[in-house]
Nanobody, 115 residues
Framework: QVQLVESGGGLVQPGGSLRLSCAAS????????MGWYRQAPGKQRELVAR???????NYADSVKGRFTISRDNAENTVYLQMNSLKPEDTAVYYC?????????WGQGTQVTVSS
């Protein structure tokens, strides 16, 4: 069973940084697309950033210039470096992997930006 496991969330002050990691286990393939989504209380889950196997990236307008997504294809791991964090970045962050018709989600990791 393919699983995605996130780590790296926590509490940080406004202006601070965090780095999220998401590692895939139980797979013999690399996901074509890996991405990060987030869901704040009372809001829908939204795309934060995604990266394709060739390295092309997409970002939500709200995080452009502050967040950077990267991946290690050999380790089937995706990272999200988050800088200049704002209170509105507070949410549960989910990792997602897509391989053809197969989609897997991680369990989520809480990011709280507060003074």
């Amino acid at each position: 069973q393919v699983q995605l496991v996130e780590s790296g969330g926590g509490l940080v002050q406004p202006g601070g940084s965090l780095r999220l990691s998401c590692a895939a286990s139980g797979s013999s393939f690399s996901f074509n697309t890996m991405g990060w989504y987030r869901q704040a209380p009372g809001k829908q889950r939204e795309l934060v950033a995604r990266i394709f196997s060739g390295g092309t990236t997409n970002y939500a307008d709200s995080v452009k210039g502050r967040f950077t997504i990267s991946r290690d294809n050999a380790e089937n791991t995706v990272y999200l470096q988050m800088n200049s964090l704002k209170p509105e970045d507070t949410a549960v962050y989910y990792c997602r992997g897509d391989y053809g018709l197969l989609t897997r989600w991680g369990q989520g990791t809480q990011v709280t930006v507060s003074s």
